[in-house]
């Protein structure tokens, strides 16, 4: 807290006081009536609906101002970002047209596997400073739509296989910050298990469960699993902030989390959904 804001709550505090004790004087001389109380509230209601406009305006005026000023500055920055994004991949599809060697499209398959991902990047960024100055507005979706979408992205690495047991089940959440935990979750369960094992993702109960069969974690290990930067084992790629990022959705979202976890055998994640499910 600032010491603007501290003095404008001082401010405020010390002309309740006043207004207070004019109530009183004003009470104890005129003699306490109805009459006499209903000016006296009234008075003192509109001094300090006035005085609290005041202040307020005196500090969010200029946090608004700012925000609007941030809000065009950005707005302005990612609009330029993706003219090259859109670029990239228009003339990727007309390369693609007059590409007859194997080579080429292979080429222009990872040139636009990248685009896309960037794209994505994009779209996270824009969430992101979305949610930083506003709220996220929650959304209607379909789970297996979902992950079937998220799934296929992870397929084209060619590392893991993948099942997924889901049934239809409609949710109403934060769609992108869904997606981004579903991505962190996955990429630790393939981070964290051999090329070719088997990830598999199922719903019971309303339970999510992603499992794989990694070379999971201690208890030692699971206490500390949702510290920020924390690793498990540093010599994996990674930053630690996914399971980090993965709870604070959770809380927000009310989804109980439960992380189940063996050395040598694997890693189960799952998720409660109860709270986030839509029903007309």
């Given amino acids: ?21 004019f109530v009183y004087w004003f009470l104890i001389n005129e003699g306490f009536t109805e009459n006499n109380f209903l000016i006296a ?5 509109l001094l300090a609906t006035g005085w609290g406009y005041i202040i307020s305006t005196y500090l969010l005026a200029p946090k608004l101002q700012q925000d609007e000023n941030l809000s065009k500055l950005i707005s302005e920055i ?30 222009l398959n990872r040139i636009e596997s990248s685009s896309n991902r960037l794209e994505r990047l994009y779209k996270e960024l ?3 400073i979305k949610k930083e100055i506003h709220p996220i507005e929650k959304e209607i979706f379909l789970l297996n739509a979902l992950l079937q979408e998220r799934i296929e992205v992870f397929e084209a690495f060619g590392r893991h296989n993948f099942e997924i047991t ?11 910050g869904f997606e981004k935990m579903i991505d962190n ?21 309303y339970t999510l469960t992603i499992a794989d069969k990694g070379i999971g974690m201690d208890e030692t290990q699971l206490l500390r699993v949702y510290e920020r930067y924390y690793q498990g084992d540093s010599k994996r790629e990674g930053e630690g902030i996914g399971l980090a990022l993965v709870k604070a959705y959770c809380d927000e ?17 799952l998720l409660n959904l109860k709270n986030i499910i839509y029903t007309p």
């Fill in 185 to 205: 979750l996955v990429m630790n369960a393939m981070k964290y298990s051999e090329k070719e094992s088997l990830i598999s993702i199922t719903l019971e109960n």
């Fill in 126 to 128: 824009i969430y992101s």
């Fill in 1 to 21: 807290m600032n010491t603007k804001t501290l003095w404008a709550i001082l401010a405020y505090l010390v002309s309740v006081a006043v207004l207070l004790s």
């Fill in 166 to 176: 889901v049934e239809e089940l409609a949710l109403k959440a934060d769609k992108i």
């Fill in 41 to 45: 509230a009234v008075v003192t209601l």
């Fill in 253 to 269: 979202e009310e989804i109980d989390i439960q992380i189940e976890s063996q050395k040598e055998k694997g890693t189960s994640v």
């Fill in 78 to 107: 990612l609009h330029e970002l993706n003219i090259p994004i859109s670029t990239i991949k228009a003339n990727t599809s007309l390369l693609r047209k007059g590409a007859k060697d194997e080579k080429s499209l292979q080429r």
